[in-house]
């Protein structure tokens, strides 16, 4: 039995692993398993569906949508939405599921599939390993021809989704201040929300990539810095407060400082963190939790110390820090990625939101971005991966965390690979789930320190596996 989700969902290019089969089959295991599950009521199941802006979305949705009514469940069709979009309809609309038909920031020619839950968030692993049985099964709900599902459109559902931002921020201090804001929607689902967004709080928009598109033809819908320099020199030369770019799907947004300088992800995260716990602690809030993956940077738990918060890691990949948020009632949490969660708003990566909040900090403390980022705490990270063939891979995980701890680290946190804390840094030793590979991180306030804890520990794991390979 293969696997058939991902990190985000089911991937790959259209037509060759992405085809209407799979999509057929995916609709009508999704079906059968929301058949499976029991509510109180008895009345029909219910699903909304979006996708981005890619070119073989129809086909993809037409074919999902075919297998999903065949089992009885009704569609409500949000057309072109984000995923935080549709995320938010799917809690708010009350349906029993929701579905979005994108591949994120992956090239034109990917698609993909994800799931949400009823609550909004996206399905834990142990939903998806069920649909995946249901799936690889064969064996389907099939209702009978009184009961087949129907297709409802649902057009409002950006426009619900564009007013909820709105009200979850400051709009008035935003009006007032109306910061200059140049906008960049990688031509994807963000055209829709992005520009619309910070129009109505009051900003100043100017927009780049807002056209939807799927052949991408701004740059590739992978916020990164390579990606964006028509931004970078926008926002310059405009004299904007601030840059903002979503990814295709628009659960990312990354953003550019009023000097056109690209803002790093870690020192995104470490940013919002920061004013998320400084916010929370005026409104003297009990649960100063701010939840984020094990791999990102020291420097958010430091900024955020000095307000009382704790900072809490979790399992990498966001719908693990999304159910740990809402667990402890967090104020904050996110992924070093440009995927920031804000609780007030709902619990996922929300790019609408993120550019929202941005347009708030500067209107109500009146500063600077390059400002604000230059005060964040510093440290140097440095990455690598290192082969480890996948029969080992076991043996050398249980190894490597015994050599970890004979070096007697300060603590040890063992939820996702093994991260060991020491006096002058930390280092985390992770095997990837599917390739034959580790990958390790290490990180100091000084680069050499970090540089030395990554090749000490790549060297551990390079020996257990030629001590294990045989
Ligand atoms: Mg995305």
Known sequence: MGRLFGTNGVRGISNVEMTPELAQHLGLACGTYLNSIKKPSNRRKCAIIG????????????AFVSGILSTGCDIYDAGIITS????????????????IITASHNPPEFNGI?????????????????????????????????????????????????????????????????????????????????????RKLGCEVISLNCQPDGMFPGHQSEPVEENVKDLMNTVKAAGADFGVVNDGDADRAVFIDENGKYITQDKELTLFAKLAVEEASKKKCKNMYVACPVAI??????????YGAKMVYTVIGSPKVARKMIELDAVFGGEANGGLIFPEMQYCRDGG??????????????????EMVAELPQWQMV??????????KQKVIEEYAKSAKALKPESVDMQDG??????????????????????VYAESKERKVAEKLLSDHIKMIEDLVAKLKV
Not at 51 to 59: A, W
Not at 88 to 95: D, E, G
Not at 298 to 305: L, N, V, W
Not at 383 to 392: L, R, S, V, Y
Request: glycine share 6%; net charge positive; proline share 6%.
């Open 51 to 62: 996708t981005d802006t890619r070119t073989s979305n129809s086909m993809i949705k037409c």
């Open 84 to 99: 935080p979009g549709l995320q938010y309809a799917t809690r708010s609309f009350k349906m029993d599921f929701g579905v």
């Open 114 to 198: 994800k799931c949400i839950d009823a609550d909004g968030t996206e399905l834990a692993p142990e939903q998806e390993s069920v649909i995946e049985d249901i799936y690889f099964s064969g064996t389907f709900a099939k209702a009978d021809w009184k009961s087949i599902g129907a297709v409802y459109p649902k057009p409002d559902a950006v426009q619900v989704y564009i007013d909820k931002v709105v009200s979850c921020v400051d709009a008035n201090a935003i009006a007032k201040r109306r910061p200059k804001v140049v906008v960049d929607a990688s031509n994807g689902a963000g055209s829709f929300t992005l520009p619309y967004i910070l």
């Open 297 to 306: 940077s020291m420097s958010t738990e430091e900024a955020i110390k000095p």
């Open 353 to 370: 939101m993120a550019a929202a909040k941005m347009a708030e900090i500067i209107s109500k403390t009146g500063r600077k971005v390059s």
């Open 383 to 392: 990455q690598a991966k290192t082969k480890c063939p996948n029969e080992i």
């Open 418 to 439: 093994t991260k060991s804390y020491f006096k002058n840094g930390w280092v985390l030793a992770r095997p990837s789930g599917t390739e034959p590979i580790y990958r």
